[in-house]
């Protein structure tokens, strides 16, 4: 899929990797709609529309059940059907990382509304335009959190592997369309979300999110990179 005219929604595009492929995708040609909860994107997409990109914002929550189909017209409204799901926006959780003994049930419940009840949502919204036009892919972003436990990652691991099982659930019912479904690990990223889970890491170890958001897009361009059903890890693409 030429990301040149290609439409991508892209959660969680206020910074960190959201922010890297909406800059990135936006500068291919895309027409590109960030969103997030704070006005940040606002902020992106003007710049990028100052550099002659494509590029709105939406401001919304992906766990708000209430904002999706409102959002979603928007969107279209916006740049068009949309060809690219990316769902990249992550929570931690309202508190800190903890102990599951500790982790209140409200954490994990934030933590599955944001990773997969609202990505369900945004791609029962989306997905039959897809369909329609037989174009597209709903892309996952995971983490390692979803294949191996951490003391006290348990919240965001549970609902990063429920993430990865809705990528592969969709990706069943999808074979034989030319609209994917897979899921990628970015691996350690210098983002905020990690200085604020790892505060002490050092992070001339850790991947950019532009490099990162580079092998994403060549995944989102490139079927052969990133079949149906796929779960990849980025580092492991184009290296
Ligand atoms: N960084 C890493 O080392 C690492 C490792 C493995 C996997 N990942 C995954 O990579 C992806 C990107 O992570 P990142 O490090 O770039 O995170 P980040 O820097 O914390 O950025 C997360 C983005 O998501 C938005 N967001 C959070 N909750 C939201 C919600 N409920 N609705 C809409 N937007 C929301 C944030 O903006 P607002 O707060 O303004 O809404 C922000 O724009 C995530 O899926 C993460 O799980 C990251």
Redesign the pocket.
């Known amino acids: 899929m030429e990301l040149k005219d290609t439409t991508m929604l892209i959660?969680?595009?206020?910074?960190?990797?959201?922010?890297a492929l909406a800059r990135q995708a936006a500068a291919a040609g895309a027409r590109v709609v960030l969103?997030?909860?704070?006005e940040?994107?606002r902020e992106i997409a003007r710049a990028l529309r100052d550099e002659g990109r494509i590029a709105h914002a939406i401001v919304?929550?992906?766990?708000d059940k209430d904002a999706v189909f409102q959002a979603a017209g928007a969107a279209v409204a916006l740049v068009g059907p949309i060809d690219v799901l990316v769902h990249?926006?992550?929570?931690l959780g309202p508190s800190t990382l903890r102990p599951m003994l500790d982790t209140d049930c409200e954490d994990l419940e934030h933590a599955l509304g944001?990773h997969v009840l609202?990505p369900f949502r945004w791609s029962k919204a989306l997905l039959p335009s897809m369909l329609l036009r037989d174009r597209g892919a709903l892309v996952h972003?995971?983490?390692?959190?979803a294949t191996t436990a951490y003391p006290t990652w348990g919240a965001y691991g549970t609902s990063?592997a429920a993430m990865e099982q809705l990528a592969r659930s969709f990706a069943v019912e999808l074979e034989g369309t030319n609209v994917r479904s897979f899921s990628v690990?970015?691996?350690?990223?210098d983002?905020?979300?990690?200085a604020?889970a790892m505060p002490d890491a050092d992070r001339a170890t850790?991947a950019s999110?532009a490099a990162v958001a580079t092998r994403v897009l060549a995944m989102i361009a490139r079927e052969a990179l990133a079949p149906n059903g796929a779960r990849l890890i980025a580092s492991e693409v184009l290296s």
């Open positions: 959660t969680g595009a206020g910074r960190g990797l959201g922010e969103l997030s909860r704070s940040r994107v919304a929550d992906v766990a990249n926006a992550a929570t944001v609202g972003i995971t983490s390692d959190a990063k690990d970015p691996g350690e990223m983002t905020d979300l990690h604020r850790l999110p």
